[in-house]
């Protein structure tokens, strides 16, 4: 079987939300949502960015939320700005969730900081977890959070979910529309990208609109990422990357992962599964086209949305790649685009 290396999930959340049946969630699995341990093996998910998320409050309360993006146009209003001291034991305790997975897994999940230790684990077919920040709503102003989240293996980070923080301002949900939506990074944006620099945690440009992406571009010392972002050009979304920024992408020996989506994926940007393959591999195609072979990865975004009936779930990874080996794509370049790419560049961004 083909092994996946993916750049973004959701299962941290959908674990926090429902943290006393951890067990049955993520162990044993009961067949919900995306993610589970025994759905991993049998998809080949050798492993992945595990985001921490911070649900705005009240989020629950808003059903007709993803029910607006069923028919486009649309443009959902961003939630508020959420304090350092509100966001942190969210945070806190997902990244726990994150080191539990490990330890009630007993190996069978390792929370991994290099690349070396994610290709051990997909050597002795144990799945690598990366841990990851979507938003940096949990670090104040004085950084101390993000050196103590990096000590607790935390190699991955987006400034912003679309939500604004102290760092910048993300993109909001709107279709069709353009990234380029408003300001930038702030002062204390910029020193967090010194910092993530510094420390060598990944940058992610995956929800954050032109002017943050151009702020972002100019100042960091790594190769640029967007984790789990589409092409403009065929879904003109706010979160996906128009051919600039995929140029810019390509420039600097940077890679972006193919969001399973289908808002970001369906040329009408509808959230439905119901839906081929010749989307997924438009997208594909273009953006093999501007990044090359090596800049192109996967970013599921399993348990965060809605993705197509052909895949469903973790398990239905092998039909992905039975699907780029109907489209034409040679076993190398899949391997690449499962796997291969997603280890390159991460050693490129942490060093080897
Ligand atoms: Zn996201």
């Known amino acids: 079987m083909v092994q996946v290396f993916d750049g973004h999930n959701d299962l941290l959340l959908r674990l926090w939300q429902d943290a006393a049946r951890r067990d049955e969630i993520f162990l044993t699995g009961e067949g919900k949502g995306h993610l589970d341990l025994p759905r991993m093996k049998a998809g080949g998910f050798a492993g992945g960015l595990f985001a921490i998320y911070i649900p705005s409050p009240h989020e629950g309360d808003a059903p007709d939320y993803m029910h607006m993006m069923d ?3 649309y443009d959902l209003p961003l939630p508020a700005l959420i304090e350092a001291a509100a966001a942190q034991p969210c945070a806190l305790g997902q990244a726990g969730l994150f080191h539990w997975m490990a330890r009630a897994s007993q190996g069978a ?6 690349a070396a230790e994610i290709r051990r684990a997909a050597a002795d077919g144990a799945v690598a977890g990366v841990l990851h920040m979507e938003g940096a709503e949990a670090i104040g102003p004085d950084l ?24 910048g301002h993300g993109v909001p949900f709107r279709f069709p529309g353009d990234p380029d939506t408003g300001d930038g990074l702030t002062a204390e944006g910029e020193a967090l990208v010194r910092a993530c620099n510094a420390l060598k945690i990944m940058l ?6 032109a002017k943050g992406f151009r702020d972002v571009m100019q100042l960091s010392d790594a190769p640029l990422t967007a984790t789990h972002s589409n092409a403009w050009a065929v879904t003109p979304s706010t979160r996906n990357l128009t051919d600039w920024q995929l140029d810019a992408i390509a420039e600097t020996g940077g890679l972006v992962g193919l969001n399973f989506a289908t808002v970001f994926l369906r040329e009408d940007g509808r959230d439905s599964a119901e839906m081929g393959w010749e989307p997924v591999m438009r997208h594909l195609d273009h953006l093999l086209a501007r990044l090359g072979e090596d800049g192109v990865a996967l970013g599921s975004d399993f348990d965060g949305a809605t993705v197509p009936q052909g895949i469903t779930d973790v398990a239905g990874l092998p039909n992905l790649i039975q699907a780029m080996r109907d489209h034409g794509f040679g076993e190398a370049l899949i391997r690449k685009i499962a796997f291969d790419n997603w280890l390159a560049h991460l050693e490129r961004t942490w060093g080897a």
């Open 109 to 114: 999940f390792r929370a991994c900081t290099t």
């Open 71 to 73: 028919n486009p146009p």
């Open 144 to 167: 101390d959070a993000l050196h103590v989240f990096h000590a607790m293996g935390l190699r991955s980070l987006g400034p912003v979910w679309s939500r604004p923080t102290i760092f």
């Open 204 to 209: 992610d440009l995956s929800h954050m609109n």
